[in-house]
């Protein structure tokens, strides 16, 4: 019995000696990481369209009217488990991309947005320890302005000296619709049931995100997108809804109801 506990002790000892001496620390070099790869996710689907406006803080593009640009944000990417080292983009431009697409009725209605109406930097570097970076494709507002409804493309490509490329995420196509620039105010009124001098206004408007309501009594304009108001005096008015867009004031639109009051 005791040889069996020496014996059973010393093949305890041997394992943990072993399993020390595996776990000793030593100086590592640098390992290899798998290679990186940059990609544009706006490229995943293919075609990145703009045809709606948002007002959650989400936003897609953005709108300069002092320098009368609207900014479509895009952005480089690196996949890999490291983010070492700096990486030099190119930024490219290719106008067969969006010819082959308008041939093949992909893009329906569509121009090539001219060459001359909007601006990309040459290059962008992520940096050291990044894993992406934002540029910016800067549109012409006032070219958007005088085409209210001519839809417009530009495909916008990645390359690299240094760092591979993903073939499938290399080219987005911005597809652009610039009628969602210009707001279509509507709305629908509904007495109460009760009060009749008691109104609500169902906003049904597009492309707008601001409102002004003019309720033809004289009363002070409301800011509410969808009011519900009370007259004070029976008769006919003229109610005025002013829906603004993304250009401001400038492109406001107005859609005036007559409204009888009992």
Do not use: H
């Amino acid at each position: 019995m005791i040889f069996f506990y020496t014996t059973r002790f010393a093949l305890v000892f041997f394992g943990l000696s072993l399993l020390l001496s595996s776990c000793k620390y030593e100086e590592l070099a640098k390992a290899d990481y798998p290679q990186q790869i940059i990609y544009m996710p706006t490229a995943k689907n293919g075609l990145f369209t703009i045809n709606s406006i948002s007002t959650s803080g989400t936003y897609r593009f953005t709108v300069d009217l002092t320098a009368k640009k609207l900014i479509v944000p895009l952005g480089v990417f690196r996949g890999g488990v490291s983010a070492d080292g700096d990486v030099p983009v190119i930024i490219t431009t290719n106008a067969d991309t969006v010819s082959k697409l308008i041939s093949t009725s992909a893009l329906v209605g569509t121009m090539a947005l001219p060459a001359d109406k909007f601006v990309l930097p040459n290059s962008i570097t992520i940096p050291n320890g990044q894993e992406s970076a934002v540029f910016n494709l800067t549109i012409d507002l006032d070219y958007l302005r005088a085409n209210p409804t001519q839809k417009l493309a530009v495909a916008v490509g990645i390359a690299s000296a240094q760092t591979t490329v993903n073939p499938l995420l290399k080219t987005t196509v911005i597809s652009f619709d610039p009628t969602i620039l210009t707001p279509v105010p509507n709305f629908t009124t509904k007495a109460d049931a009760t009060v009749p001098q008691k109104i609500t206004f169902a906003n049904s408007s597009l492309n707008a995100v601001s409102y002004s309501w003019d309720f033809g009594d004289g009363s002070a304009a409301v800011a509410d997108p969808a009011p519900i108001y009370t007259y004070t005096k029976a008769g006919t008015y003229r109610v005025t809804l002013t829906a603004t867009g993304i250009t401001g004031s400038a492109d406001a639109v107005k859609k005036t109801m007559v409204l009888t009051i009992p």
